[in-house]
C-alpha cells in the first residue's frame, strides 16, 4: 500500500476529504518522528511500541571486490506488535 493508498483510506473511514486526510496522516508521522527523537520510544496501545535501538559497528565485506570493511555503529527504529495488532494478524 502506498501513502496516497492510506490517505484514501483514512478519508473513506473518517468522513473527511483526501486533502484533510494527508494533513492528518502527515501530523502523525510528525508526531512520531518527534517523539521518538526526543524520548527514544513511542507506545500505542494495542497497536505496537516503536523504539530507538543502537545497532553495534560491526564487519561487513564489499560483495563486488570482496575487501573486508568496517560499518560504522548506527541508530535504528524497532517496532514490537501489540496484543490486538498480532491477533488481527492470526485471524
Do not use: H, Y
Not at 2 to 27: C, G, M, Q, W
Not at 33 to 44: F, Q
Not at 48 to 64: D, H, I, K, L, Y
Request: proline residues 2%; hydrophobic residues 40%.
Amino acid at each position: 500500500m502506498t501513502k496516497a493508498d492510506f490517505i484514501e483510506k483514512i478519508a473513506a473511514k473518517s468522513n473527511l476529504t483526501k486533502a484533510a486526510a494527508e494533513r492528518v496522516l502527515n501530523a502523525f508521522l510528525a508526531s512520531v518522528e518527534e517523539s521518538l527523537v526526543e524520548e527514544g520510544k513511542l507506545t500505542l496501545t494495542g497497536f505496537g511500541t516503536f523504539s530507538v535501538e543502537t545497532r553495534q559497528a560491526r564487519q561487513g565485506r564489499n560483495p563486488r571486490t570482496g575487501e573486508t570493511l568496517t560499518i560504522a555503529e548506527g541508530k535504528m527504529i524497532k517496532f514490537r506488535p501489540g496484543k490486538m495488532l498480532k491477533d488481527a494478524l492470526d485471524d
